[in-house]
């Protein structure tokens, strides 16, 4: 780029007024040296730069404002008839300024426009942010009651299938039933045993049968002659039925003697704690 080009670029600066001190007296007098070009230049710019002074209202100056101006004007009278460029720098400055305040408008505009829909978007997000928290409690409260479905469903399941394990008992051919008389500590107790060959299977519900202390608990014995085998320990229920079930037991074909006895927790091979329920 040469220095004319240099100098081509500064026309629109100057026709704004924007240039410094310096570059404006060397492009003045690069126009006082007759260059047509800028000249040109200069003169496709007016008609914008009118265009935009004429889209700023005017100010009405004060009085006090007036008379400064026209005094420092009659002081600068000198300077303006030697040089024709100066003239317009008025106007320039004006142009400029009325550029700035056009500018500084789009963009308080354009600025508060840009606040408002940011606004805007935090509130819909604070908003979504709740709406997200609630569904995720929702979300929450579903996953415990269906896993609290699923464990009933689990209880129910496991309860259908020893009812009907049970009925397979007590509907066999061969099933037979005990009842048990209660005796010692446990005069006041009953209890029925169904005894099924077929399954292999005893199973005895009692009844009031006393709380034991946390050492012992209640032992069934199946007694065929003078062989007692365990049928299983159990712990009786608080005020309810007590249900217990033994399987593969061996021997229930035969006469057999359903016994109940306190042993130690945990069992032992033989009997040998007071009897409380017996039958045969």
């Not at 230049?41 to 008379?67: K, N």
């Not at 009278?77 to 305040?101: F, K, N, Q, T, V």
């Not at 929450?140 to 049970?166: F, P």
């Not at 033994?246 to 033989?270: K, Y």
């Amino acid at each position: 780029m040469n220095d004319h080009d240099k100098l081509l670029e500064l026309a629109s600066l100057y026709a704004v007024g924007a240039l410094p001190p310096a570059e404006q007296m060397h492009f003045e007098t690069h126009l006082a040296d007759g260059c047509a070009l800028c000249e040109a230049e200069l003169a496709s710019l007016r008609p914008a730069i009118d265009h935009l002074a004429d889209a700023v209202s005017p100010l009405v100056p004060s009085p006090q404002f007036r008379e400064r101006v026209l005094d420092h004007c009659g002081r600068s009278a000198i300077g303006r008839e030697e040089r024709a460029a100066p003239l317009r720098a008025p106007r320039l400055a004006l142009l400029a300024a009325a550029a700035s305040i056009a500018l500084a408008t789009g963009l308080g505009a354009q600025m508060l426009s840009v606040q408002a829909a940011l606004h805007d978007a935090r509130e819909q997000t604070a908003d979504l942010a709740r709406a997200l928290a609630i569904e995720r409690e929702t979300l929450q409260k579903v996953r415990i009651e269906l896993e609290d479905a699923r464990t009933e469903q689990t209880a129910l399941t496991a309860q259908v299938s020893t009812l009907e394990a049970t009925a397979r008992v007590l509907t066999a051919p061969a099933t037979r039933t005990l009842a048990l008389a209660g005796q010692g500590a446990g005069a006041t107790a009953r209890a029925r045993a169904f005894l099924s060959p077929d399954t292999r299977t005893l199973i005895l519900y009692a009844y009031d049968l006393p709380s034991l202390p946390a050492e012992r608990t209640y032992q069934a014995w199946v007694i065929s002659g003078k062989n007692p085998v365990s049928a299983g320990v159990f712990a009786p229920t608080l005020g309810g039925v007590t249900r217990h079930e033994a399987s593969d037991v061996a021997g229930l074909e035969a006469p057999v003697t359903v016994a109940v006895t306190i042993e130690p927790l945990g069992g032992v091979p033989q009997p040998s704690g007071p009897i409380v329920l017996a039958g045969r």
